[in-house]
Nanobody, 127 residues
Framework: QSQFAESGGGLVQPGGSLRLSCAASGFTLDYSAIGWFRQAPGKEREWVSCLSMSGTTTTYTDSVKGRFTISRDSAVNTVYLQMNNLKPEDAAVYYC????????????????????WGKGTKVTVSS
């Protein structure tokens, strides 16, 4: 059974950092494009970042550019979202997602292209 287990959320002060992790089991992340999404209370889910299947292309929404970094560690079949200089508006439930293995998708797939989803991890940014 393919699963995505997220961790790393929590409470952080503005300007602080967190690293979110998503450990995959039942499938290999090397053959998937990866996405991170977030949903704040009362708002629609928002795309945050993606990593191409090849691992060579990263894309970020404008509001997190220069502060967030998406990465993948093949040795432990885990993806990460390093979040620095966090702002109150970054507070949300964060979700990782992956496409099916070797799926023919763009480097930064659309939301509907992702077939594996984590259950979410909550990030709170508050002093």
């Amino acid at each position: 059974q393919s699963q995505f287990a997220e961790s790393g959320g929590g409470l952080v002060q503005p300007g602080g950092s967190l690293r979110l992790s998503c450990a995959a089991s039942g499938f290999t992340l090397d053959y998937s494009a990866i996405g991170w999404f977030r949903q704040a209370p009362g708002k629609e889910r928002e795309w945050v970042s993606c990593l191409s299947m090849s691992g060579t292309t990263t894309t970020y929404t404008d509001s997190v550019k220069g502060r967030f970094t998406i990465s993948r560690d093949s040795a432990v079949n885990t993806v990460y979202l390093q979040m620095n200089n966090l702002k109150p508006e970054d507070a949300a439930v964060y979700y990782c997602a992956a496409t099916a293995s070797r799926a023919r998708v763009p480097d930064c797939p659309r939301s509907n292209d992702f077939v594996y989803w984590g259950k979410g991890t909550k990030v709170t940014v508050s002093s």
